[in-house]
């Protein structure tokens, strides 16, 4: 190479005064200028959306958290409750609900009568309009509990018909009554009456989040409560598993497992199952865990094992990802002074990836309290879950439902009452899915170092 | 020291601390050692040069089988240490890499304090006793690596919060720490200004009393004012071994003598 060619040739920009700008500056400028408006606008409309997703959720949802209760004194009539005066409890469990109905009906309409009000409605019988079926289940399991106040008047704040809690949020209109065999004009007359007289009112809703569900007809009394505890069961076996077995198989993978082909296979179809379709996860759980396995149907362990094979390619590849981005000159150091691999690796390496390993791992578990899919296939939707499980082994092998399953057997429904409920059930499911990432931005912060 | 005539310089022992014998590294199908033979003796600093990509890292890496970690990389021949062949299928690397301490071209403290960086070694190979022995191997390293006087008020603050030159003589305390027979230096100075570089170059002249050390270096002037015997690579050949004095002065071969004279590399 001769010194020629690297001498400058006649320079082909022309000298000018850096006080203009040439063209060829200006059109750079210019596209730069244009690409910034671009990503200005783009963030814009993310934000519109995400505004706008926001205030339908509030707006939808937040009125599942209060319920319209009526608040009465019920008396607990000897005569019905306890024919035969011996307060034996088996007795009084003989009673069914249906005893119990008059008692409330009479109560609520005694609120009526002692406050003249006036309304076509003259009898108890005609209360019941107002009053939820889930009333007199709340005052037998009271009366069962507590035998010795039969025959004293209690108050009860019991919960209104679904109906009446939808007159008051504005759900149901006058307009729409006539056509409505639930309800009729002269019953939302009274309730105004009583709304205004302090008997029937909105309170927070504390049984939306921990009651449990209620079947069509009962939307009032719906809950989310126990769909929550078998998210709890199903997250607590995906913790269980998924981490080790996540973290070992990264682990392994990356710092000891020779390069070779089959090891290139594994990592391939690792990637790829993170991109699996979760339904495809499902109906692998039905066929090896309940069909072979012959597991209970329906129960959180199932779920559980099913979210944990969706769960594992996520947090093996955060986990892998993390370790890779600690720097070979650590390995290095380590096993300079004499550290065997694997202490290199558990004293070194695995400190410097732990937040990006929690990190993962987090994100893997909101992910999986929000999957819904695969528990379509396993039977965790539908109305099961009436009661809390008692205990800890029930709470893997009772059947349950999880949070976003039950949300969508909600939206299912027919009655709009349910409609409002889903909403709030998202909101629930959003704070936990924000608190999880919140912690897992904290864990971030709280471990990570410089090197 | 530094100004005794490089011709009157030589090997303190003439024990035979490593031999080398028909080494071949191969990584995957690149043969990157041919044919080396070299003598390393006990309580000498040997130097390697040579061009980039000559081999000189490859072959410094043999000696304490950090090698192993490189899934491509073969290596054949014999290598021994006081008679052992370190390959030998009973020998286990970790073993040996107390034995053998290295110190990185890049300074790589952990992320962790000065104390416990020093103490890392001395710790899982069960050196100390008890806090109080710990603390003195601490010391005694740390002073060893000329930096005792810089960081005896900050054990504990983090290692990576020292400047580029401290860290490197850090590296080089942990590395002694563990109280090795054989030193291993890759570039050790190649990130260091002239100050920092001038007090390693001090530090291993005084290792030189315990130590066999071995280093590699990019800078003539380094290799001919620390070490005595100088080992000369190019393209995968040890072309020239001897007297660092004869080497620099008299070279055998001409490829030696076009590299220190500047012309190839
Ligand atoms: N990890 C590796 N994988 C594959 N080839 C390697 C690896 N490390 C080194 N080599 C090859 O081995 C040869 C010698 O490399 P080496 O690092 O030993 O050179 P060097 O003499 O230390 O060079 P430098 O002075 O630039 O550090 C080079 O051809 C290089 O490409
Ligand atoms: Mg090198």
Request: net charge negative.
């Amino acid at each position: 190479m001769s010194d020629a060619s690297l001498a400058p040739a006649a320079s082909p920009r022309a000298r000018r005064s850096l006080m203009e700008t040439d063209a060829h500056t200006a059109k750079r400028n210019a596209a730069e200028k244009r690409f910034r408006l671009y990503g200005v606008a783009a963030i814009c409309a993310g934000l519109f959306f995400l505004v706008v997703l926001l205030t339908s959720i509030l707006g939808n949802g937040l009125s599942a958290f209060q319920q319209t209760f009526i608040t009465t004194q019920v008396f607990l009539d000897p005569a019905k409750l306890d024919k035969a005066g011996n307060r034996d409890p088996d007795d009084i469990r003989k009673v069914s609900t249906f005893g119990y109905t008059p008692l409330i009906q009479n109560a609520v309409f005694e609120e009526v009568t002692s406050r003249n009000i006036e309304t076509p409605l003259d009898s108890a019988k005609d209360m019941k309009a107002l009053i939820s079926a889930s009333a007199a289940a709340q005052v037998r399991d009271f009366v069962i509990a507590n035998p010795d106040r039969i025959g004293e008047t209690v108050e009860f704040r019991i919960l209104a018909a679904s109906r009446v809690d939808g007159y008051l949020k504005d759900r149901v209109f006058r307009e729409d009554v006539a056509r409505d065999k639930n309800i009729d004009a002269e019953h939302l007359d009274l309730t105004d009456a009583l709304v205004s007289a302090g008997v029937i009112a909105k309170q927070f809703n504390t049984s939306f989040i921990f009651g449990s569900d209620a079947s069509e007809s009962r939307a009032e009394s719906a809950g989310l409560g126990v769909s929550m505890l078998g998210s709890f069961f199903m997250m607590l076996v995906v913790l269980v598993l998924a981490l080790p077995i996540g973290v070992a198989a990264s682990i392994y993978l990356e710092e000891f497992a020779p390069q070779n082909r089959f090891t290139d296979l594994i990592e391939v179809n690792i990637s790829n199952l993170a991109a699996v379709p979760s339904i495809v996860f499902g109906i692998l759980g039905l066929a090896v865990f309940i069909q072979f396995a012959h597991l209970p149907q329906s129960a959180p362990i199932v779920g559980g094992l099913v979210l944990t094979l969706m769960t594992l390619p996520t947090i093996i590849i955060s986990t892998r990802a993390s370790l890779k981005s600690v720097p070979p000159s650590i390995r290095d150091a380590a096993l300079g002074v004499g550290a065997s691999k694997m202490q290199a690796v558990f004293h070194h390496v695995l400190p410097l990836a732990m937040p990006g390993i929690l990190t993962g791992t987090i994100i893997g578990l909101a992910q999986a309290l929000g999957e819904t899919a695969p528990l379509l296939l396993i039977g965790m939707v539908g109305y099961i879950a009436t009661n809390y499980p008692d205990g800890f082994v029930s709470g893997f092998m009772d059947p349950n439902s999880a949070m976003p399953a039950q949300i969508y057997e909600w939206a299912k429904r027919a009655d709009p009452a349910y409609y409002e409920r889903a909403w709030g059930g998202i909101i629930i499911l959003l704070v936990f899915l924000l608190t999880m990432n919140l912690i897992a931005i904290l864990l971030r912060r709280r471990f990570e170092r410089r090197w | 020291m530094y100004d005794a005539p490089l011709t009157r310089r030589e090997a303190a022992v003439d024990d035979v601390k490593i031999s080398a014998r028909d080494v071949q590294v191969f990584y995957g199908d690149n043969h990157a050692i041919k044919d080396v033979d070299v003598d390393i003796q006990d309580k000498t600093v040997t130097a390697f040069i040579g061009p980039s990509g000559c081999g000189k890292s490859t072959f410094l890496r043999c000696l304490n089988r950090m090698n192993d970690t490189i899934d491509i990389c073969r290596v054949e021949g014999r290598i021994t240490i006081d008679g052992d062949d370190i390959y030998d299928k009973r020998v286990d690397p970790v073993q040996l890499r107390a034995k053998v301490g290295m110190v990185f071209q890049k300074p790589n403290p952990f992320p962790k304090s000065i104390y416990d960086n020093v103490a890392y070694g001395p710790k899982i190979h069960g050196m100390a006793k008890n806090k109080a022995e710990l603390d003195e191997i601490v010391e005694r390293a740390l002073r060893r690596g000329a930096i005792w006087d810089e960081v005896k008020d900050r054990l504990h603050a983090p290692g990576t919060g020292l400047s580029g030159g401290q860290q490197q003589r850090l590296c080089i305390a942990r590395a002694v720490a563990t109280e090795p027979e054989v030193l291993l230096m890759d570039e050790p100075c190649s990130a260091l200004d002239p100050i920092a570089t001038a007090q390693v170059e001090e530090l291993i002249d005084e290792l030189r009393q315990t130590y066999s050390v071995v280093i590699v270096t990019h800078s003539m002037q380094q290799a001919a004012r620390v070490s005595q015997k100088t080992a000369f690579f190019h393209l995968g050949h040890l072309v020239e071994f001897g007297e660092t004095g004869q080497i620099f002065t008299n070279p055998e071969d001409k490829r030696t003598e076009s590299y220190i004279t500047g012309r190839i590399g």
